[in-house]
């Protein structure tokens, strides 16, 4: 048999998804080379979205929806919250460097309680690295590419002014300016992989994580609002669902089915209605379903 | 070489880390053997097996771009894992006091046709294991676009695209004319277990990279020099 199958729940189809989503007057993802403007290609003036940005938010959705819920601990995390300090600074138990056969039987060990109950480390991997067995890094199943607008961006600075001030020296300096940045409007449109083969074989990614996963790319903006950001919506979340685990046509052929265009060439876009959505449902490849989340 | 392959494979950007330049990433010029051999195995391979790259051919110009992110410098550690195990604690890594932010020099627009063959593994290929039958499997898996995993090119952010090139199809031309010498690049990592099978140790071998007309042949690359 091909399949090697360790995980009973594990997902048994291979999904692609493409994820539309857009801005106004935000910063979708600062780029930290350009004082925090938003990322842009620089030749072609597309604006970018890296795929640990989106992960990010996925990872703050489920923590907040789960809320450390066995199962749905988050392992790579930002400091929200003050509850968790307790652990994660403790130094190792004495590793076992002579026997490396027992080690790589450790750290086996060690790969599925952290892909049992990290819903992050189940999804996207995580690196765990024992310094003399490599054999503890978890590729996830779910991959996502760096999000791309459909159109060039412009991108804006304002300058922003504040009362207040920081420390009583500065009171005589002119220091209550600031700058933001931020782009007027952007549809952005990111592609996402799927593979059963390594959630049976690795992590165990089920069936309900897998729609644990499509509520948190839907949802990934609402409880990310701040000032920096704008408002950004998911405006579309389409799936492909292959009948098998190994997949029922080229990832590329699925996402070329979706086409979006400007409704008017003339005007700048600036909403989402200036956009024309196409998903083409004809002559599906055999095996392969399509799923409009929203 | 009667069981050759010719994937062509491309996407939006690429990253083939230089083992030089990896804290803040510099990608080479172009696709390294070993990222090829990773991508054909990410469509189809057995321990039964061994893919070669035989040729190369980089079909785009080559050109870079800049990206910055936010990454963790923190791993997990086997120790902390068990102990949270065996307390039934929380483990973390707190992203925000781990931060590094590291540039990468990535390559974009990418296209290359990577020619390749397999060979029985003799230690692992049992009976049951014929060329024939390997050889049908990978070419059902391109031709259908499926893979055991999403091939990447370089680093997990940058799916590659792939199709097969059927035997009649002719390969794109490149790009790229006349001699371009690449200078040493990274022809694989050697995977070695020592006599009693309890320590593995894995070297890289390096080869001088030469692009004739965009393609480059490494029939005869081997392992020209070893570190």
């Known amino acids: 048999m091909e399949n090697v199958k360790k995980f009973e729940n594990a997902i048994g189809n291979r999904y692609e998804f493409v994820v539309l989503f857009d801005v106004e007057n935000g910063n979708p993802n600062g780029d930290p080379d350009a004082g925090n403007m938003p990322r842009v290609d620089a030749e072609t003036g597309h604006g970018l979205v890296t795929d640990v940005c989106l992960k990010r938010k996925i990872r703050n959705y489920i923590e907040l929806v789960k809320n450390d819920e066995p199962g749905y601990k988050i392992f790579i995390k930002e400091v929200l919250n003050d509850k968790l300090e307790q652990a994660y600074l403790e130094k190792s138990l004495t590793d076992n460097k002579k026997d490396a056969k027992g080690a790589k039987n450790n750290a086996l060990i060690a790969r599925d309680f952290m892909c049992e109950n990290y819903f992050d480390v189940r999804t996207f991997g995580a690196v765990m690295n024992t310094g003399d067995c490599k054999c503890g890094i978890v590729r996830g199943p779910v991959q996502i590419n760096f999000a791309k607008s459909i159109d060039p961006i412009a991108t804006q600075e304002i300058t922003i002014t504040r009362m207040a001030i920081t420390n009583q020296k500065d009171a005589d300096k002119d220091n209550a300016m600031g700058k933001k940045s931020f782009v007027p409007y952007g549809l952005y449109k990111a592609e996402g992989f799927v593979s059963a083969a390594l959630a049976q074989s690795v992590t165990g990614f089920s069936d309900d994580d897998a729609e644990l996963l499509w509520q948190a790319i839907i949802n990934m903006f609402e409880h990310d609002h701040s000032a920096a950001r704008g408002k950004m919506v998911v405006r579309k979340l389409i799936v492909f669902k292959h009948d098998s685990f190994l997949g029922n046509a080229p990832s590329h052929t699925l996402f070329e089915r979706i086409k979006v265009k400007r409704i008017d060439d003339e005007m700048p876009a600036r909403r989402y209605a200036d956009y024309q959505v196409d998903v083409d449902l004809n002559n599906l490849p055999n095996g392969v379903t399509v799923d409009e989340k929203i | ?180 010498d690449l200078g040493y690049m990274l022809y694989d990592m050697n995977f070695s277990v020592n006599e009693s099978k309890t320590k593995q140790s894995v070297s890289p071998s390096f080869f001088r990279a030469k692009l004739e007309d965009g393609i480059l042949d490494l029939r005869n690359a081997g392992n020209e020099v070893r570190i």
């Open chain 2, 1 to 180: 070489m009667g069981y050759g392959i010719k994937v062509r494979v491309w996407g939006d950007y690429a990253c083939f880390t230089r083992p030089e330049m990896k804290v803040e990433r510099v990608s080479y010029d172009m696709l390294t053997p070993s990222a090829a051999r990773g991508i054909i195995e990410a469509i189809y391979w057995k321990p039964a097996i061994k893919w070669t790259i035989d040729k190369i051919h980089v079909i785009n110009p080559i050109k870079f771009t800049n990206m910055r992110r936010n990454e963790v410098s923190e791993v997990a550690k086997l120790g902390s894992i068990k102990k949270a195990m065996e307390k039934g604690e929380s483990y973390q890594i707190i992203a925000t006091d781990n931060r590094h932010q590291r540039a990468a020099l990535i390559l974009r627009d990418v296209e290359y046709v990577i020619e390749a063959h397999f060979d029985l593994n003799p230690d692992k290929a049992g009976e049951s294991d014929t060329v024939e039958k390997h050889y049908n499997i990978a070419l059902r898996r391109l031709k259908n676009g499926q893979y055991f995993y999403q091939p990447t090119l370089g680093t997990r952010e940058f799916a590659a695209s792939f199709e097969l090139i059927e035997h009649t199809s002719e390969i794109p031309k490149s790009n790229i004319q006349g001699e371009v």
